[in-house]
């Protein structure tokens, strides 16, 4: 699995950059190595910390997109959202 990590209107430390790759490694019994994982973090103008997540797969695309207060709260929502949809879409 290879994590590609952008960020919008925010500067990604690499504090940020460790917790969204460590958060998202749990996933990667679901995926082939060569799988890529586009992940967006930005700050909106709200001042919420978002995070998008997008891994097209086979035909398919597996998107989350959270928002809160806390990036490390909205990279863990996002985690256990993308889990959920593939333990539900069988991929496990």
Do not use: C, W
């Amino acid at each position: 699995m290879r994590i590609t990590i952008s960020g919008k209107n925010l500067d990604i430390t690499e504090g940020l950059r460790s917790a969204v790759e460590e958060k998202l490694s749990r996933l990667e019994k679901y995926f082939t190595p060569d799988t890529i994982v586009n992940v967006t973090l930005s700050v909106t103008k709200k001042r919420y910390q978002k995070m998008e997540v997008t891994i097209p797969i086979k035909g398919h695309i597996i998107r989350a997109e959270q928002e809160s207060n806390d990036m490390y709260v909205t990279i863990d929502l996002v985690e256990e959202i993308i889990e959920t949809q593939l333990k539900n879409t069988g991929r496990n």
